[in-house]
């Protein structure tokens, strides 16, 4: 499993190149500014720092990138929390719980649970890499599009049928995001639903319209209402709450595995990462839970649920990165160019040949994840003081650095237009009850779904029995089915048996 | 979900619920309109790229999706018919009480529109300027203090410090 030689070598890697440790607060504390900022993200925070490291030894340099990636996974939280802007699409789930809670007081309890969630997570996800990066490249290749197929779907009947609204609400809205996310040119070179516009050659832009739909609609909601928290003592920031979130996390580490474990597993299957996993963590806590129907009205498990899996990603993306050098998602991309910039190839043939190196990566990350401890927790002091802003004030400066963010990740005008058409799309949505977390979840997962099934559509030759064929599908498609009739019936006993509040 | 948390403040005159003055159950007539525009636009969105289509790939998702998002959108549609009882007919606020929201979605698009021509500096001062006055900021002074030198310090660090091109007019 492990090496001890090259893991001693390893050590002595670290303890002889300085460089590789002044480089992570920077790099942890840039991470969590680009991850905080509305319409920036990590990758852009690391495409940004890229050519920084391009006079660094190669271990500093990836350790420079690997710390604002850890930050970044943070950073996207407090946004989420504080004011229901999920600032990287992994912090989606984070907003569920996060923002309801802030709305209570309770920001400082978020804040202080996610980031103990987020350390726990980088921490869980790079132990496991440790010991799994070696037999995992093999068990990774034998996923083919018939399996990812089933995680797509998987992953938007869990957040279509786990809402508050009717399933028809849910899968009407999943649906609506799905079919945005095929417009523009297919893979095969088709162009559908541009109605003659280049600017939507591209497609619709996912991060912007996940703006628009999350932050912008619920921004114009509160318009007339005086501050996020009405209370004028709750709003007041104190070290302990957040002190006490961090605590209570600690104290309920079988769900910060749990939601370790998933991301970790996610995060391994390539194309998937964070932006699913946090999804499919916080489902599978709301399902596992004796009160799911505190989740969504500021239930602090849905926070820690998705910011371990979120964070934990990023080891398991690593594994497909070091094991097979392909990347998991856009963070690790920029660490594929990087490694290409240092002339370096990633795949088995790299970690055999060069197991010191990987484990001084492995055990930089561990590193990083406990300090993104004590920098995390001095950013969330600074950023909290958000909830002393007057509504008034904050909804158009959020709203204009959402538009400057956005028009900063599409190059054009069509970032800001997507803000403002899906912001006012997830106002009507909301307004009916339909749940913008299905279409934001249809929009992310869109693009996978199209490929895998269209890729297994021509592996099998259009015949439907060559998933039989394909066991590891079957007990996915089955598993899945279980879970579904799980929850349903589950939706309709609570139905039966729950006092009518509504009368 | 986040919607749950959203739902919007009872609206004083209506905290009784229905009164001897309106004894009509009042009906979601909004949400069925919304319902066929979205299963319209899903059913307009499949039948364009079939006729474009080359090809059975080129629709094998959305086609069968369309036909489920549509029969899911036109069951809602129907279902928010029943007469609105309880808790939902008295924390639902009618139309004509969210005219800041929809004066403030109206003003974000504007602003997005003309952004190519007036830019981010000035264009995001009088957005910020507008969506004040919306919200009942009438003080000219606070007016000016929080447009100008905030749009001036946003447009600055996204152009000179994250080296953005942005369009501006002035800068």
Not at chain 1, 314 to 343: C, K, N, R, Y
Not at chain 2, 33 to 56: C, P
Not at chain 2, 133 to 151: D, F, H, M, N, Y
Request: charged share 10%; with cysteine; aromatic share 8%.
């Amino acid at each position: 499993m492990i090496d001890l030689s090259a893991f001693s070598a390893a050590l002595s890697l670290l303890g002889s190149d300085p460089l590789a440790w002044l480089v992570v607060i920077p790099g942890l504390f840039i991470g969590l500014v680009f991850g905080a900022i509305p319409g920036l993200s990590i990758s852009i925070a690391m495409a940004v720092f890229l050519p920084a490291t391009l006079y660094m030894d190669f271990l500093p340099a990836i350790l420079f990138l690997t710390a604002i990636f850890t930050g970044g996974g943070f950073g996207g939280a407090v946004p989420a929390i504080l004011m229901n802007i999920p600032g990287t699409s992994s912090a989606v789930a984070t907003a569920f719980d996060g923002y309801p809670m802030s709305k209570k007081g309770q920001h400082g309890e978020a804040l202080g649970a996610g980031l103990v969630a987020s350390a726990v997570g980088t921490l869980f996800g790079y132990i496991l890499l440790m010991f799994i990066v070696s037999p995992v490249a093999t068990w990774v290749l034998m996923l083919g599009p018939t399996e990812m197929l089933i995680v797509a779907i998987w992953g938007l009947l869990l957040i279509a049928v786990l809402n508050d609204s009717s399933i028809a609400k849910g899968l009407a809205a999943g649906i609506l995001g799905i079919l945005i996310s095929t417009i523009g040119y297919s893979d095969t070179g088709l162009m559908r639903g541009t109605f003659g516009s280049m600017y939507l050659l591209d497609g619709i832009p996912a991060i912007p319209a996940l703006i628009g739909l999350f932050a912008a609609s619920e921004l114009i909601n509160m318009a007339g209402r005086d501050y996020l928290i009405a209370d004028r003592e709750m709003r007041k920031m104190k070290l302990k709450p957040i002190l006490k979130g961090a605590g209570d996390t600690m104290r309920g580490w079988p769900q910060v595995l749990r939601g370790s474990a998933i991301g970790t597993l996610i995060g391994i299957i390539p194309g998937v990462g964070a932006s699913v996993a946090n999804l499919a963590s916080y489902a599978a806590t709301k399902r596992l839970s004796k009160e799911p129907e505190t989740f969504g009205k500021g239930n602090r498990e849905g926070v820690v649920a998705s910011e371990a899996a979120n964070s934990s990603s990023e080891g398991g993306g690593m594994v497909t990165l070091l094991a097979l050098g392909l990347p998991g998602g856009a963070g690790t991309a920029i660490l594929l160019g990087a490694f290409a910039m240092h002339d370096v190839t990633g795949g088995p043939r790299f970690i055999s040949e060069n197991t010191d190196i990987v484990y001084a990566l492995i055990l930089g990350n561990i590193a990083q994840a406990i300090l993104l401890l004590g920098v995390g927790l001095v950013f969330v002091f600074l950023a909290s003081s958000i909830v002393k802003i007057r509504l008034s004030y904050l909804i158009p400066y959020v709203l204009s650095v959402s538009m400057m963010g956005t028009y900063a990740i599409t190059g054009s005008i069509v970032g800001p237009l997507t803000v403002a058409g899906a912001g006012a799309l997830g106002w009507i949505m909301r307004r009916y009850g339909y749940p913008v977390t299905a279409t934001v979840v249809g929009l992310l997962i869109g693009p996978m779904a199209e490929g895998e099934l269209t890729r297994s559509w021509q592996i099998s030759g259009g015949d439907p029995a060559f998933i039989l064929t394909r066991p590891i599908t079957m007990v996915m498609l089955v598993l899945l089915i279980l879970m579904l009739l799980a929850v349903l019936v589950g939706k309709r006993m609570s139905r039966q048996t729950a006092p009518v509040i509504a009368e | 979900m986040t919607d749950a948390t959203s739902t919007p403040p009872v609206a004083p005159e209506t905290q009784g619920g229905p009164t001897q003055s309106d004894p009509a159950p009042r009906r979601n007539w909004g949400a069925l309109v919304f319902a066929l525009v979205l299963a319209a636009a899903l059913a307009f969105y499949a039948w364009s790229v079939m006729g474009v289509a080359r090809g059975l790939t080129d629709y094998l998702l959305i086609l069968p999706a369309a036909v489920i998002g549509v029969a899911a959108a036109l069951w809602a549609g129907i279902a928010d018919l029943a007469p609105l009882k309880g808790l939902a007919q008295i924390t639902r606020r009618p139309l004509r009480e969210e005219t800041k929201g929809i004066a403030l979605l109206v003003l974000t698009g504007v602003y997005a529109c003309l952004l190519p021509w007036i830019g981010f500096d000035v264009g995001t001062a009088v957005f910020i300027a507008l969506a004040l006055i919306i919200q009942g900021e009438r003080s000219l002074w606070k007016l000016a203090l929080a447009a100008v030198p905030g749009a001036a310090l946003m447009t600055w660090i996204f152009t000179d410090l994250l080296m953005v091109r942005l369009p501006v007019l002035l800068f």
